[in-house]
């Protein structure tokens, strides 16, 4: 059943020691985004989330959702800035800078997915121009069995983080 396959998946291991973490909420609403049928479009978002005190854990808390603004296709997707922007101000202001921006996720229509050279490309250029607390950002491809995420430091590569099983929790 896919649905127990990705719940196993909502915890990472950073290149570096910590792990990052989808909240439930989290992954529900990206389960539901999934492209399991045949015509669904690619969708995507922020990241959004919090830096657990004293450790190198991450928390992510809430995604945002595609918006009539982002254009979308079955192979792409591109995010409109201005909505999205507002939206994580809010956030920012209304859990009293405790939610910070974390990165990005985007749907493919794969199973077990993997960056096009657009995405890495893209990727880096985000962590190289957007502005956010913290020295790296998470990059998450929602696949149809599996999600996989990539940590880019500031002036990095994309690394990526692999999954920690439910059982060794
Ligand atoms: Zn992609």
């Known amino acids: 059943m896919p649905a127990l396959l990705w719940l196993t998946s909502v915890r990472f291991q950073r290149p570096d020691g910590g792990c990052l973490e989808f909240s439930e ?5 990206l389960e539901r985004y999934r492209q399991n049928a045949a015509g669904a479009t690619e969708s995507g978002g922020v990241l959004l989330g919090r830096l657990v005190l004293d450790s190198a854990d991450i928390v992510v808390d809430e995604i945002t959702e595609p918006t009539v603004s982002d254009r979308r296709s079955r192979f792409f997707f591109f ?20 939610r910070n921006y974390l990165g990005e996720w ?17 990727w880096k250029r985000i962590a190289r121009l957007a502005k956010y ?26 690394q990526e983080l ?4 439910s059982t060794q929790l």
């Open 79 to 98: 995010r409109s800035k201005e909505r999205t922007q507002k939206r994580v101000t809010k956030a920012w202001c209304e859990f009293n800078g405790t």
């Open 25 to 29: 909420d989290v992954v529900t609403t």
């Open 133 to 158: 607390e913290q020295n790296f950002l998470f990059f998450a491809i929602v696949g149809r069995l599996q999600i996989r995420v990539w940590e880019i430091a500031k002036q990095g590569t994309p």
């Open 106 to 122: 985007h749907t493919h229509p794969e199973d077990d997915p993997r960056p096009s050279p657009h995405d890495l490309a893209n």
């Open 162 to 165: 692999s999954p920690i099983e």
